[in-house]
């Protein structure tokens, strides 16, 4: 029972995330032509952090198959590879698929520090032998 809820609690932090993303992403582009403040460019460039960490942390607090932590990621790394790829391999296809990646991968790389966290909070508090 305790499981289900922080799924679903993890489950609404990321949804709220990522539309909260969708809205920064679309705003960006409602007048033309563009004129996005540093800020803005800010948090189009970062703020897809916050939804890769809660996916992250959903993913690592369900049961199964351990490759399932290497999912997130792969989101992102996958088409961000190929759109490099399919740009011939020249320099600016690599610098923007990693301006696209960077930020969720570190979202990643936070959700599985603080569960590796957790993990080691729960086993230092449980009694020994």
């Known amino acids: 029972m305790k499981q289900n809820k922080v799924d679903l609690v993890l489950l609404g932090c990321f ?8 809205l920064i992403f679309g705003s960006a582009f409602l007048e ?13 460039l970062s703020f897809h952090l916050v939804p890769a ?8 607090h369900m049961t199964g ?10 989101m992102f790394l996958v088409p961000a590879l190929v759109f490099a790829l399919c740009t011939g391999g ?9 301006f696209w990646c960077i930020a969720p991968l570190l979202g990643c790389a936070l959700g599985w ?7 080691l909070a729960r086993r ?6």
């Open 90 to 98: 020249q320099l600016l296809g690599w610098v923007l698929a990693g």
């Open 113 to 119: 520090l603080v569960w590796g966290a957790v993990l």
């Open 53 to 60: 960490f809660f996916l992250q942390l959903l993913v690592c």
């Open 124 to 129: 230092l508090r449980r009694p020994g032998p």
């Open 32 to 44: 033309l032509p563009l004129n996005i403040s540093p800020w803005h460019q800010f948090l189009l």
């Open 15 to 22: 949804l709220l995330a990522l539309v909260a993303y969708v």
């Open 65 to 74: 198959s351990v490759w399932r932590l290497a999912l997130p990621p792969a």
